[in-house]
């Protein structure tokens, strides 16, 4: 061709991109458009069979001809067309070809001449210096002035290649490419089994007639002197249709006036306990409630997905504030009482919980910055000092002291809507807890100071160690620590505040200890079994005891029931009897409750516990009449409940299930047993040969690389692909990991920067664009299964579509199914190849492999 391909802009002047148009668009038209793009080129496609989304999915445009007809023949090939379609196609190539510089012709029919498509008049047309490519040249040629074996050029100065022996221009490819075949096909007929059985299964392919293999069936063509008659060849297959995602059925088939009066009746049922809480709490209290509420909930969704274990440490660490509900009921309680030792044990339980807390979120936050980054956000503590002043020496200002600090909590929330003012969000979340207790310990007498600086230190200290030692890959198991020291300090305030100050009847005080005892206890033994399962001391499947749904319900009842005692008697002895049993029973149900749920849901768990962390502090601040409990509560229950939502959606599955222990889970349904499936699998070379000539990768990481503690060398991988001008991006499924936002943190702590780092609705889009998909560790969010077998266990999940790039690596130690132990159909589709053995070895060699290539290169 001579020319630029792609487009050029100089000091000399601007050259545009050259049209390639591609005639045929079997396998090596497809493999043509691959290339024309990758140089650059504008390309347009045609084939006489409809295969335009192919072509599409490719980056070229589709070239139609404005006539009906089927092209669709046998073996993959098309058919001979009519005449009233040829002079239509005539016409449509003339006008094509007078606009394009490059014309690869790849159209051919078995056992008969290939098809003419470019008459010598349409060569007139073009412009000079264009280019013909006539891959069919064996076959007579696609154009009329084809000579094989030889290079031709027109009297108007167009290039006609006719060469038949492309293949052996390149000796070295087709001969790798040749051995490769024979090797396959060699494999497909020995199956299985060991070499020496190959000549016994060819035979027994034989002697099972139509049923037996049709590939050994074909290549044999005589068998003890007598001929063997070939089978027929198969017919194509026929186009896939589009699968039809399991939520846009349920909403064509959703009825108006269902939706509707559900809708009325949950509006209803709202209103109702807003307005029950209306009559018991104080309107200033309620308000406070409904307006952190509300403005929680727009913080939370506009919190970045990369961010969301970051929010959920620090949400935590904000949860710490059941402090205040300690130290106020020290203050309370007398000296030597119970309810004090209960007070205590919830100060020094948050104080864990704060210093520990924080510790871990500006560790994991420190991960994000690059090299060079300059951080001022601990400026933002200066606010600080201020609060301290206002506390020590203007006490009249102490109420407008906690509700800034809460506002302040809520500020720190949309601090984390981006990784540029994320710091900024965690110092003002350590600034509001500061406040609010700050603002509490000056109302107190000295003795109580004291003693809480006392509890204070030894828990802040141990929260200091743990938040130290903590590492990324430990995150989930140790955001379930910090839920359970929640559950306990909301469980031990609710009784002890009881315990302290006893009132009869169905009082706003009594519902909220009651409520807050058992919210607190579900949270503390829930957070302690899904800390044993994330890391390792439980077993992650899901205990399915006999009858459990009914079990949960006479739990439930039995609540109720004791609900109901408290507010019947008047002996405050017993009123603390029924609140410890309700600790001890709702320590049983969260046991069960999350002990039901699988290994899979442990990402929903632990949001789901991150709620009710919440909940037990609005409890614990109605109970306490505390504004500043209130709005943090708020804030926390509203934020996980709104990662609940995304979590679930992410992973289709029902609340329900997860918050009552998979109460209504569908048998699974397996895909269909078609046999032994093939799969076919690669080396650390021949993956480094791919990547190194490839312009568009994307690495799909999942919990796996975790595990084989490989981010380290994958990122080391990126780093090295991108400073060699590959266009390497990472693709992030919502819950890759066992939290949301997990894999975002340990990537940074690989040094991988987050701009290169998207999430799963980014990268689907442009799938076919991607030259090579490198999946390492991941495996239920890549699986077909979730759209094409209906049913299963991940039917309706959303996934990242990595079979629709050209070219997958599966990094896996085994063939094995993932958390939903589910077959992969991705692993046996043409473009896949499998990388086995462990991820942290193979992504070394892969490394080393790439670089030996670029330094030769």
């Known amino acids: 061709f001579g020319r630029f391909h792609t487009a050029e802009m100089t000091a000399a002047g601007k050259y545009p991109p050259s049209q390639t148009f591609i005639l045929g668009c079997g396998v090596a038209g497809l493999a043509a458009i691959g290339t024309s793009k990758a140089l650059g080129s504008v390309v347009r496609a045609w084939d006489v069979r409809d295969v335009s989304d192919q072509v599409h999915s490719m980056g070229a445009k589709w070239v139609s001809v404005d006539f009906k007809e089927d092209g669709a023949g046998v073996g993959g090939y098309a058919k001979e067309s009519s005449d009233a379609f040829k002079q239509a196609q005539q016409e449509t190539f003339r006008r094509i070809l007078a606009e394009v510089d490059i014309v690869i012709s790849t159209a051919a029919i078995p056992g008969r001449p290939s098809p003419l498509l470019i008459t010598k008049e349409a060569v007139a047309g073009m412009k000079p210096g264009s280019v013909i490519i006539d891959l069919a040249a064996v076959g007579g040629g696609n154009c009329e002035l084809t000579k094989l074996n030889e290079v031709y050029i027109t009297t108007n100065g167009v290039t006609i290649i006719g060469h038949a022996d492309l293949p052996a221009r390149m000796a070295e490819q087709a001969s790798s490419m040749y051995a490769q075949n024979m090797a396959n096909l060699l494999k497909h007929v020995q199956g299985k089994d060991k070499a020496s059985s190959f000549v016994s299964n060819l035979y027994k392919h034989l002697d099972d007639g139509e049923a037996g293999d049709i590939v050994s069936r074909s290549i044999v063509c005589c068998r003890g002197g007598h001929p063997v008659k070939m089978p027929p060849p198969p017919q194509p297959t026929p186009p896939k249709p589009k699968v039809v995602p399991p939520n846009a059925k349920s909403d064509a088939k959703a009825n108006p006036l269902r939706v509707a009066i559900i809708g009325s009746l949950v509006l209803t049922f709202g209103v109702a306990v807003l307005l029950g809480l209306g009559e018991g709490v104080k309107t200033s209290l309620l308000t406070t409630f ?181 590492i990324p890959m430990a995150l989930p198991q140790t955001i379930a620590a910090f839920h359970s020291l929640v559950g306990l300090a909301a469980m031990v305030t609710s009784i002890g505040s009881y315990w302290a100050n006893p009132t009869f009847g169905a009082s706003t005080g009594n519902v909220s200890a009651i409520l807050g005892d058992f919210i607190g206890g579900v949270t503390l033994s829930g957070s302690i079994i899904a800390f044993g399962k994330l890391n390792g001391n439980l077993s992650s499947r899901a205990l399915n005891l006999p009858a459990k749904n009914y079990l949960n319900l006479f739990c439930l009842l039995l609540f109720i029931g004791m609900m109901a005692y408290l507010f019947q008697t008047e002996d405050e002895h017993q009123g603390v009897r029924v609140l410890i049993a309700v600790g001890v029973l709702s320590n049983v149900m969260g046991l069960h409750l999350v002990g039901s749920v699988g290994g899979g849901d442990m990402p929903v768990c632990i949001t789901v516990l991150n709620s009710y962390s919440g909940w ?226 193979s992504a070394d060699s892969l490394t080393a492999k790439v670089r030996e290539r670029f330094d030769k290169a």
């Open 290 to 470: 409904l307006l952190a509420g509300a403005a929680g909930y727009q913080a939370v969704w506009g919190v970045a997905h990369s961010l969301h274990t970051p929010l959920m440490s620090v949400t935590n660490a904000i949860s710490g504030m059941t402090a205040v509900g300690g130290l106020l009921l020290m203050q309370r309680s007398t000296e030597g009482s119970p309810a004090r030792g209960l007070a205590m044990l919830a100060v020094g339980a948050s104080a864990v919980n704060i210093i520990g807390g924080f510790v871990v979120s500006q560790r994991m936050l420190n991960l994000f910055k690059k090299p060079g980054d300059k951080d001022y956000s601990v400026l933002m503590c200066l606010p600080a000092v201020v609060l301290a002043y206002c506390c020590f020496f203007h006490s009249e200002l102490l109420p407008a002291v906690l509700t800034i600090s809460a506002l302040l909590c809520i500020a720190a929330i949309g601090g984390l809507a981006s990784m540029t003012s994320a710091n900024t969000g965690c110092k003002l979340g350590m600034v509001g807890v500061f406040g609010a207790l700050v603002a509490t310990l000056v109302g107190l007498n000295t003795q109580i100071v004291t003693t809480a600086a006392i509890l204070m230190t030894i828990g802040g200290t141990l929260g200091l160690v743990g938040g130290f030692k903590v």
């Open 616 to 841: 037990a502090l609005v409890a614990e601040g109605f109970l306490l009449k505390s504004t500043v409990l209130t709005i943090v509560g708020a804030l926390i229950g509203f934020s996980g409940a709104i990662l609940t939502k995304i979590m679930c959606d992410a992973m289709n599955r029902d609340i329900f299930n997860v918050l009552f222990g998979g109460m209504n889970n569908p048998a699974v349904v397996v895909g269909a047993d078609t046999g032994p499936k093939e799969h076919t699998e690669t080396s650390a070379g021949a993956v480094a040969e791919l990547l190194v000539n490839a312009r568009e990768v994307l690495i799909v990481p999942g919990y796996g690389m975790a595990m084989a503690r490989a981010q380290t060398s994958i990122g080391e991988l990126a780093t090295l692909l991108r400073n060699n001008k590959v266009n390497l991006k990472f693709g992030i499924h919502p819950v890759a990991g066992r939290m949301p936002g997990q894999m975002n943190v340990l990537l940074a702590e690989a040094g991988v920067p987050h701009e290169w780092v998207f999430e799963m609705d980014e990268v689907n889009p442009d799938m076919e664009n991607n030259d090579v998909v490198l999946v390492v560790g991941a495996n239920d969010v890549v699986n077909s299964s979730a759209q094409e077998v209906e049913g299963c266990s991940i039917w309706g999940m959303p996934i990242i579509e990595v079979w629709r790039a050209k070219k997958v690596i599966f990094m896996k130690r085994s063939m094995a199914g993932g958390y939903a132990d589910l077959d992969n159909p991705v692993f046996y589709k043409d473009n896949t190849d499998m990388f086995l053995g462990d991820a942290k070895k």
